[in-house]
């Protein structure tokens, strides 16, 4: 049997985050390890009502083969929420409903990347990207990013010696890190890529969840024609119904409907209708506030308890929005070993090892807030603190 | 721009069938082009009282990220059908819900083919499977199918001469054809492929459409650890949700999770939650029993049209199930050309061509009878012999 699979798929080591989410089903344990957006806050309700008025609206339609590119009327939302928001002329001709936006990878995985072709990622990297790209073997070139963005001497070295296809980038509170790019590195980044056949990927899942600081501008905006987005529904309304976005030129555009023909015909469409409905009768932007309100009390929370219980030489990153943070310990210190020491204490969390693509340990850590509340957040940091301690 | 693109989508050319189906829009036209199953049989409102249900029973957890195998309830309705349905014994661990059974095919392509590995396709083939192998490159071995089923001396040169990975069959009603194997052929092919390193994807999207003769043996019963199968709910309950699924034994399983993951983490669980509700408050058999006993009538209306309306040597398939036949123009006659003429006549189908992964024009073409009424199909089937009385 063994011979028979694809090589592809035999480089592809078992997943690390599943098993250690595996570990953290005991409900004992306080988990900073998922990367979950908190049910709490998902509209039950209003959707239940959607799902109700679609079927009563448009009966037996919404049950059919639909086309690929997605529903007409969700499309022209996200068209619109472009316009408003960053001022993004973004016809519905380039927007292609994805089945999430991990489709959306997989989709640019296809469409642009032979075996061995070289490819930009952050380090840390988000590791869905990592996963669905590795599925098309390209050749990964990470480069660091730190508070305020991406290493840009280490992009123009590998720009000068490579010659890469895509630059995949979670420009606003990344996962695993928390970092957001400034806009003095943006137009860093933006001026690098101009002048070569690199295209820059913007993955923005949470670029909606900010609790303070501004808005930043889009690499949409500076390199217009250089530029695809990634976009997601899972943060700010629910995961479940896997529906993303892909917005792109026409010519890729293209390209991707043919990608996406092949991988799954279209995605859910009595999904696209209701969640189109949920966004009609509803107001989204309020109901994002009422989010982002709780994960900025939690984030909050975070940092103040690792300021009182973790020791000083431990670093750590303060984000504006999202769902994660992200932990340095001093030098040399082990977060695997860390990890074991932690579910001794009933605290788990995500080693940052699966977050390179290159690396068996680190110093580095991945904290989720989202869902845990502002006490349990106190006591957990304050357990993990002491195993660092420890551990010292 | 172009130079950026993948070898493997600059590879793919424009879909012929969705530039079919834009011509087909004018409602002017009888189209036996479309290959859907009939909205009339939606069951609209037991889905829209299982979506009420399922908000109100399951809440927030229903919107949440979900694992990648699928929903454990909706995978034991499965393997509990395959058992009362075909003596089958198929444990839950053995399935995986995919986002319809197009992305099935997705799946095996990325977890078993190489460029320039081998794989067997049936001739006539069905093209959103030759769309989604063609992705992963490898190398089309066709063998005819007739009435009755695949060509086995065909089958044994290529085993012979080749070492192929994959074969691809639908055995039930196929698409395009309508052709399905009989037993004796079925056994045929087994024995061929039970000493060889292939494995069989025996899909089967069609095989509760049968309204007549009996249901035949599965190629999992005949070689149980080499046979993939693939199974949709898009023709005997809708096709909007994307809903199908692989059984494959573990040591595949487990390779298949891990592209599933990195395809699109999971498929739709809302959607998975409200069909397994509609399946366990609906009687799924009576329902299928309504589809069929229309579908049947259908392809009787277009069979006796066609007996009485073509020129007598043009041969048919009459299946015993599905939404397809199949038409054999006289040698030499090109199906493209009628198409023009059809058209013309108001009267459209799709060209046998796209469907044989080598050819520019082909004497055959492809007929649906699910979506039309029984009057509807006599008059379209009278004018289509017009058209073809015309060309000779």
Same mark, same amino acid.
Request: proline content about 5%; aromatic content about 10%.
């Given at each position: 049997?063994?011979? @028979?699979?694809?090589?592809?798929?035999?480089?592809?080591?078992?997943?690390?985050?599943?098993?250690?989410?595996?570990?953290?089903?005991?409900?004992?344990?306080?988990?900073?390890?998922?990367?979950?957006?908190?049910?709490?806050?998902?509209?039950?309700?209003?959707?239940?009502?959607?799902?109700?008025?679609?079927?009563?609206?448009?009966?037996?339609?919404?049950?059919?083969?639909?086309?690929?590119?997605?529903? $007409?009327?969700? /499309?022209?939302? !996200?068209?619109?929420?472009?316009?408003?928001?960053?001022?993004?002329?973004?016809?519905?001709?380039?927007? @292609? !409903?994805?089945?999430?936006?991990?489709?959306?990878?997989?989709? $640019?995985?296809?469409?642009?990347?032979?075996?061995?072709?070289?490819?930009?990622?952050?380090?840390?990297?988000?590791?869905?990207?990592?996963?669905?790209?590795?599925?098309? /073997?390209?050749?990964?070139?990470?480069?660091?990013?730190?508070?305020?963005?991406?290493?840009?001497?280490k992009l123009a070295q590998i720009?000068?010696?490579?010659?890469?296809?895509?630059?995949?980038?979670?420009?606003?509170?990344?996962?695993?890190?928390?970092?957001?790019?400034?806009?003095?590195?943006?137009? +860093?980044?933006?001026?690098?890529?101009?002048?070569?056949?690199?295209?820059? %990927?913007?993955?923005?899942?949470?670029?909606?969840?900010?609790?303070?600081?501004? =808005?930043?501008?889009?690499?949409?905006r500076l390199l217009p024609e250089k530029t695809?987005?990634?976009?997601?529904?899972?943060?700010?309304?629910?995961?479940?119904? /896997? @529906?993303?976005?892909?917005?792109?030129?026409?010519? !890729?555009?293209?390209?991707?409907? %043919?990608?996406?023909?092949? +991988?799954?015909?279209?995605?859910?469409? @009595? +999904?696209?209708? !209701?969640?189109? =409905?949920?966004?009609?009768?509803?107001?989204?932007?309020?109901? %994002?506030?009422? %989010?982002?309100?709780?994960?900025?009390?939690?984030?909050?929370?975070?940092?103040?308890?690792?300021?009182?219980?973790?020791?000083?030489?431990? /670093?750590?990153?303060?984000?504006?929005?999202?769902?994660?943070?992200?932990?340095?310990?001093?030098?040399?210190?082990?977060?695997?070993?860390?990890?074991?020491?932690?579910?001794?204490?009933?605290?788990?969390?995500?080693?940052?090892?699966?977050?390179?693509?290159?690396?068996?340990?680190?110093?580095?850590?991945?904290?989720?807030?989202?869902?845990?509340?502002?006490?349990?957040?106190?006591?957990?940091?304050?357990?993990?603190?002491?195993?660092?301690?420890?551990?010292?």
């Open positions: 049997m063994e011979n @028979l699979f694809s090589d592809r798929i035999n480089d592809v080591p078992k997943s690390f985050i599943r098993e250690i989410l595996k570990v953290t089903i005991d409900s004992s344990i306080i988990s900073f390890a998922g990367g979950l957006p908190n049910r709490h806050f998902f509209p039950v309700k209003a959707l239940q009502q959607a799902a109700h008025d679609v079927f009563e609206e448009a009966g037996n339609e919404i049950l059919q083969y639909a086309n690929s590119e997605g529903y $007409l009327g969700l /499309r022209q939302f !996200i068209s619109h929420r472009y316009k408003q928001r960053d001022g993004l002329d973004i016809p519905v001709e380039d927007i @292609l !409903i994805t089945t999430g936006s991990q489709q959306g990878l997989d989709l $640019l995985g296809k469409t642009f990347l032979n075996e061995g072709d070289d490819l930009i990622i952050e380090e840390p990297g988000y590791l869905g990207a990592i996963q669905a790209f590795a599925m098309y /073997r390209p050749r990964f070139h990470p480069v660091p990013v730190t508070e305020g963005g991406m290493n840009i001497d720009q000068d010696e490579r010659q890469p296809k895509l630059l995949y980038t979670v420009t606003n509170f990344q996962n695993p890190s928390g970092i957001s790019y400034n806009n003095a590195n943006r137009r +860093a980044v933006a001026e690098l890529i101009r002048t070569s056949s690199c295209l820059i %990927i913007q993955d923005d899942p949470y670029g909606d969840l900010r609790f303070s600081g501004e =808005r930043k501008i889009s690499f949409k695809v987005l990634l976009g997601s529904f899972s943060k700010i309304v629910a995961p479940a119904l /896997r @529906l993303g976005w892909l917005a792109a030129p026409a010519p !890729i555009m293209n390209k991707l409907v %043919i990608a996406k023909q092949a +991988a799954d015909l279209h995605s859910d469409y @009595l +999904a696209q209708r !209701i969640l189109h =409905r949920f966004l009609c009768d509803n107001d989204i932007d309020a109901h %994002i506030a009422t %989010i982002i309100a709780q994960y900025g009390k939690q984030k909050e929370a975070m940092i103040g308890a690792i300021r009182d219980f973790f020791p000083a030489d431990v /670093r750590f990153t303060n984000p504006e929005g999202g769902m994660f943070l992200w932990i340095t310990l001093p030098e040399g210190m082990s977060s695997m070993a860390l990890f074991e020491a932690a579910i001794k204490q009933k605290v788990a969390f995500v080693p940052g090892t699966p977050f390179y693509v290159d690396r068996k340990d680190s110093n580095t850590l991945r904290l989720n807030f989202s869902c845990v509340d502002e006490q349990t957040i106190v006591e957990g940091i304050k357990r993990l603190g002491q195993s660092i301690k420890e551990l010292v």
